[in-house]
């Protein structure tokens, strides 16, 4: 085992370089061209780099990872150590030392790119050095990475790369024309989202009076400016910038939309009295009027409502519980609890229906869809009837819908109306053909019959007959047309 050991000894500490001596025979000149050899095999082995193939360390470890940078600069410094050891020890001199000597050029700095040396000079000297560095190999990032982070960029490629997603620092452009150019670049760019990053980042660094002097020029970023400012609430803002463009119709609207984070009724309803004096146009005017005085009427009819819920003096209240309150409803859906609990209350009371129709000025075709609706939910046949019944000049009575019979019928219908009542309103449908289809489809036999009995149509009358229950007084009065 000791010659065994003895022969691997001599075999790794043995060299086909011969020491310098001054007797050698050989000159400088030799030395310096087996030197360059041994370079140029080095070159040889490193140039030969494949980027498919992975590079692996003797350990099986990738070349770059953590733990092989770590075992690769252990081991240079402790094979550094040990050749000057062996060197010393045997006497040899340094170009005796030159397979012990190379691990301090390990694969981690040929990785680097330290593997290119510029001259025999530099190895010799790297060689000769005692304090020798073993350095570990950088993760470096891909070059274009390195661009994110620059400060070069102009304001058109800025703006691209946040078109692309990109993160993009804006803090580099601090004058007002590299700002604005900035500006109107986002804006060629068609990008929304990249404009209202843009105005953001002049909304922070800009004093209000610049930025507004300079959006009213650009009227796109303007634009994005007041919706970004509605979405996200910052209402004094708003209101300053419509100020300064003297708008004065969407200020005074902007104010009137704070009534909805308002929850208490009664401030609710001082705010809109407040509103009616704001300049509004003519028609918002009279529509802030009419919510005023609506909320006003929602305030009353609520208070007596709860009342009389409590008190248990009304049976409709007892029979049918209110599921809501009626504040800050609609006008249709306040006309149609009216309809549907104080449908008989004389027109002066804020709680009837006609005294609704004729303070907001309802039209007649709302009032009857929205009466008709009410009605049939209670099942008052009677009520839909003289909703439906008018008088001429002369006493006579006539049924009209300004909505059509044949929304009457669908409106009865889903209201689960008995038949007599559905075959009432669809013979009074002028159109036979939509007539036949609402007859057939709920089943109004009698309404079928009649209509194909006045059309004279045999043929249809005879295989309606079919569709009819035998014996009953629907196929008896087709047998008696039928024979006539």
């Known amino acids: 085992m000791s010659r065994v050991r003895a022969d691997e000894e001599e075999y790794w500490h043995s060299s086909k370089f011969r020491a310098f001596t001054f007797d050698d025979e050989d000159d400088e000149l030799s030395q310096l061209k087996e030197s360059k050899r041994a370079v140029n095999s080095l070159r040889d082995i490193v140039d030969d780099d494949d980027d498919d193939l992975e590079r692996v360390s003797w350990s099986g470890e990738p070349v770059g990872s953590i733990s092989w940078s770590i075992k690769e600069t252990a081991s240079g410094s402790t094979s550094s150590l040990d050749g000057r050891d062996s060197s010393l020890q045997k006497g040899s001199s340094s170009y005796a030392a030159l397979p012990k000597q190379a691990s301090s050029y390990s694969l981690s700095s040929l990785f680097k790119g330290r593997n290119k040396l510029p001259s025999f000079q530099s190895l010799s000297d790297a060689l000769t050095d005692t304090g020798v560095k073993n350095y570990a190999p950088e993760l470096r990032r891909p070059k274009a990475e390195y661009k994110d982070y620059s400060s070069d960029w102009s304001p058109k490629d800025t703006v691209r790369r946040m078109q692309r997603g990109k993160v993009c620092s804006l803090e580099r452009f601090r004058s007002l024309q590299d700002k604005l150019v900035l500006l109107d670049e986002a804006v060629a760019g068609h990008d929304g989202n990249v404009i209202t990053a843009v105005l953001i980042f002049l909304k922070r660094t800009l004093r209000r009076e610049i930025l507004f002097r300079e959006l009213e020029v650009r009227q796109v970023a303007l634009c994005h400016l007041i919706h ?77 409502d709860r009342h009389l819920e409590m008190a248990g003096q009304s049976e409709l209240f007892r029979k049918y519980p209110r599921k809501a309150s009626i504040l800050n409803m609609p006008l249709v859906t306040t006309l149609f609890y009216s309809c549907f609990y104080h449908y008989t209350e004389a027109e002066g009371m804020f709680s009837s229906p006609t005294n609704l129709k004729k303070t907001f000025k309802i039209p007649d075709k709302q009032y009857v869809l929205t009466a008709l609706a009410a009605r049939a939910k209670l099942r008052a046949w009677g009520d839909v009837d003289a909703l439906l019944t008018t008088k001429n000049w002369l006493g006579y009575t006539k049924k009209k819908a300004p909505i059509g019979f044949h929304r009457v019928v669908e409106i009865l219908q889903r209201n689960n109306a008995p038949v007599q009542v559905l075959q009432e309103y669809v013979r009074l449908v002028e159109d036979v053909e939509t007539r036949l289809n609402l007859a057939t489809k709920y089943k109004c036999h009698d309404v079928v019959i009649e209509t194909y009995r006045d059309l004279k149509d045999r043929i249809q009358l005879t295989a309606y007959k079919c569709k009819v229950e035998r014996r009953s007084a629907e196929e008896e009065k087709i047998n008696s047309i039928l024979n006539n």
Do not use: M, W
């Open 228 to 304: 970004f400012l509605r979405e996200t609430g910052e209402q004094k803002f708003l209101l300053d910038l419509l100020r300064f463009l003297d708008r004065t119709e969407e200020v005074a609207l902007s104010q009137y939309r704070e009534h909805l984070n308002i929850q208490d009724v009664e401030k609710r309803r001082e705010f809109l009295k407040g509103c009616i004096g704001l300049p509004f146009s003519a028609e918002d005017t009279s529509h802030i009027q009419d919510h005023y005085t609506l909320l006003e009427r929602q305030i009353i009819i609520e208070a007596n």
